[in-house]
C-alpha cells in the first residue's frame, strides 16, 4: 500500500508539475504577447511622433517661406507706395545716428597705414561737408518775362469817348502796357510746284526747270509734314493714331497705313547717317551702355512678346545711338555690340555685361547709383547697416562735388579720387565682407551687400581716370524717351518697326545731346538727305544735328 500511495503521490506531484509549466507556460505567452503588442504600440507611436515631427518640420518650413513671401511682398508694396505716393529720389540721407558714419576699424582688421589713410580723406570730406552747407533760403516766385524773339502784335485801347472824337483829346505818352501770350493753331496747306519749261531765243534750246528733290519720291508728304510726324512721335510720344485724328480736325484725312510706310520710307532716310553715327560712337574710348524694353507684336501667338533696345552713349562727344537685335538681351548680343571697340564701357550689374572683362582691350565700370539703390531698399529692413553703407556711398559723391567746386580738370579730378574716394571704398569694401555672414543673403541688406562685392572690382575703377564717372544717370536719362513712348503707343508693329524706331530715336537722341531743335534740324535733312546719294565725296557726318550747330546751319 505504501508503494502504491507512493505511486499515486508521484503522478498527482507530476500532475501538479505539468499544470504549473501549463500555468507557466501560459502565463509566459500571455506575457510575450503583451510584449509583443506592447513593441508594436511604440513602433505605432514612434511612427506617429515622426510623422507629428515631419508634419511640424514641413509647417515651419511652409511658415518660413510664407514669411519670406510676405517680407518680399511687403518689401514690393513699399516700394510701389513710395513709387505712386512717396518722393522717389535717391538722394543720400543723413544717419540719425551721427555714429553711424563712423569707421570701426577694430572690425575692418587695417594695418595703421590704411587706417590713417582712410580717417583722414573722411575727415576731409566731413569737413568740406560742413563747409558746403549754405543756408536755406526762401524762393519768392517772379514772373518770368516773355521772350524777345517772339513776335509783336500791338493792341491799342483808348479811353471810352476818345475814338471819333480825337481832338478833343490829349494823349499821354506814359501808356500803360501788359503781354500776354497768344496761340496761333497749326495749319495745313497744299504747296503747289509749277516747273516752267521755256526756250532760248539764242541757242533754240528747250528748257524745264529742273526737278526738286522730294524726301520720298512719289509722295506728297513734305519734309515739314515728315518731320512733324516722327518728332510728334518720337519726342512728344504721340502715337500715330493720335495725330491722324490731330489731321482730321485740321481738315486733312491720312490713312494710318499711308502714315506708317511714310515712317518706314524716313527710317531708311537716316539709316546711312545712324551707320555712321554708330561709327563715331564706337570709335571713343569711353562710353555707357543700357537697354530697356519695348513690347513687339507677335503675330503668329497673337500676344506682344518682350523685345530690347540697346543704348550707347559715347561720354566723349556725347552722341548716342540704339540698336535692335530681335529683342535678345543675352550676351551674344553684347559680343556682337561690341565686339571691336577698345576702350571703357559703364554699365549697370547686369550679368550679361560680365563676359566684357574678358575681353582684351576693354576696361569695364560699375554704377554707384544701382549700388546705392540696393541699400535705399533695405532701409525699412535693416535701418542700421543700410544708413551706414548710405552714408559711405554719400561721401564719394561729397569728393565728385568738392571737385566740381574747385572746378578741377580730369587729371586734378583723379589724383582727389585716388587721395579721398579710393580709401573711402576699401574701407566700405571690408566692412561689407565681414557684415556678409552676419545677414541673410536673401534678405534686402543680404542683396545690397552681395550686388556691392560681386561689383566691386568694377565699382572702383572710376578712381582710375578723371573723365570716368561715378554712374550711368546721364544715359539712363537717355533712355527715357523709350520708357515714356511705349507707354503711348503701347508696341512696335514687328521686329522691323523697333528697328526702324531705333534709328529715329538715335538721331533724336542726338538733337537733344547737341542742344538742337528736334523739328530744325530733321527738316533741315530731310530736305539735304538726297544730296549725298550720289556724291560720295561727302560725308554723312556734316549732316548730323551736333555737325550741323557746329557749322552754324541750325
Not at 563747409?131 to 502784335?153: I, S, T
Not at 483829346?169 to 495745313?188: C, K, M, R, V, Y
Not at 538681351?329 to 572683362?357: C, H, M, P, S
Request: charge should be negative.
Amino acid at each position: 500500500m505504501s508503494e502504491t500511495s507512493n505511486q499515486k503521490a508521484l503522478i498527482e506531484q507530476l500532475l501538479s508539475d505539468r499544470d504549473a509549466e501549463f500555468r507557466r507556460a501560459v502565463k509566459a505567452e500571455r506575457q510575450l504577447k503583451e510584449f509583443s503588442d506592447a513593441k508594436r504600440m511604440q513602433a505605432d507611436y514612434e511612427a506617429r511622433l515622426a510623422e507629428k515631427e515631419k508634419a511640424i518640420q514641413e509647417r515651419d518650413r511652409a511658415l518660413e517661406s510664407k514669411e519670406s513671401r510676405i517680407a518680399q511682398l511687403e518689401q514690393k508694396l513699399l516700394y510701389l507706395e513710395r513709387k505712386m505716393w512717396g518722393a522717389m529720389s535717391e538722394k543720400r540721407r543723413i544717419p540719425d545716428d551721427p555714429n553711424q558714419l563712423k569707421l570701426d576699424f577694430d572690425l575692418l582688421e587695417m594695418t595703421p597705414e590704411e587706417e590713417e589713410t582712410v580717417r583722414k580723406a573722411v575727415e576731409e570730406v566731413n569737413e568740406y561737408r560742413k563747409v558746403a552747407v549754405k543756408e536755406h533760403e526762401k524762393r519768392v516766385p517772379v514772373r518770368q518775362k516773355l521772350p524777345d524773339n517772339l513776335r509783336r502784335v500791338e493792341e491799342h485801347i483808348y479811353p471810352d469817348g476818345y475814338l471819333g472824337h480825337e481832338d478833343e483829346w490829349i494823349l499821354f505818352g506814359d501808356a500803360e502796357t501788359s503781354e500776354h501770350l497768344e496761340l496761333q493753331p497749326a495749319e495745313l496747306y497744299v504747296r503747289v510746284t509749277i516747273r516752267h519749261k521755256g526756250m532760248r531765243k539764242e541757242t533754240k534750246e528747250i528748257v524745264t526747270a529742273p526737278v526738286q528733290n522730294e524726301p520720298i519720291a512719289k509722295s506728297y508728304a513734305s519734309a515739314s509734314l515728315l518731320t512733324d510726324l516722327m518728332v510728334g512721335k518720337y519726342v512728344d510720344h504721340l502715337p500715330f493714331y493720335r495725330q491722324v485724328q490731330m489731321f482730321k480736325r485740321l481738315g486733312v484725312c491720312i490713312p494710318p497705313s499711308t502714315i506708317e510706310v511714310w515712317f518706314h520710307d524716313v527710317a531708311d532716310l537716316m539709316r546711312p547717317a545712324y551707320y555712321r553715327l554708330r561709327e563715331l560712337v564706337l570709335s571713343t574710348d569711353y562710353i555707357q551702355s543700357d537697354e530697356t524694353t519695348v513690347p513687339i507684336i507677335d503675330n503668329e501667338k497673337h500676344r506682344t512678346v518682350k523685345g530690347y533696345l540697346w543704348l550707347v552713349r559715347s561720354m566723349v562727344n556725347g552722341l548716342v545711338f540704339f540698336a535692335y537685335n530681335e529683342g535678345s538681351r543675352g550676351a551674344k548680343v553684347v559680343l556682337q555690340l561690341f565686339k571691336d571697340y577698345q576702350g571703357a564701357i559703364q554699365t549697370d550689374g547686369y550679368a550679361g555685361y560680365n563676359i566684357l572683362e574678358k575681353q582684351e582691350g576693354i576696361t569695364t565700370l560699375g554704377c554707384w547709383v544701382h549700388t546705392r539703390r540696393y541699400f535705399d531698399r533695405a532701409l525699412t529692413h535693416d535701418k542700421a547697416r543700410a544708413e551706414y553703407a548710405l552714408a559711405q556711398i554719400g561721401m564719394l559723391y561729397d569728393v565728385e562735388s568738392m571737385a566740381d567746386d574747385q572746378h578741377m580738370d580730369t587729371l586734378q579730378r583723379m589724383e582727389l579720387r585716388k587721395r579721398l574716394a579710393y580709401p573711402i571704398i576699401r574701407a566700405f569694401e571690408k566692412w561689407c565682407i565681414c557684415e556678409q555672414g552676419n545677414v541673410l543673403p536673401k534678405s534686402p541688406i543680404g542683396k545690397a551687400i552681395g550686388y556691392f562685392l560681386n561689383n566691386s572690382r568694377r565699382l572702383v575703377r572710376y578712381t582710375m581716370d578723371g573723365r570716368y564717372l561715378p554712374d550711368t544717370n546721364l544715359i539712363e536719362n537717355s533712355v527715357r524717351p523709350v520708357a515714356v513712348g511705349r507707354k503711348n503707343y503701347l508696341f512696335c508693329g514687328n521686329h522691323d518697326a523697333a528697328e526702324d524706331a531705333a534709328v529715329i530715336y538715335s538721331l533724336m537722341g542726338c538733337c537733344k545731346a547737341a542742344d538742337v531743335d528736334f523739328k530744325q534740324w530733321m527738316n533741315y535733312f530731310l530736305n539735304h538727305v538726297h544730296e549725298y546719294d550720289s556724291d560720295y565725296s561727302k560725308d554723312l557726318v556734316n549732316l548730323l544735328p551736333h555737325s550741323l550747330k557746329k557749322q552754324g546751319i541750325i
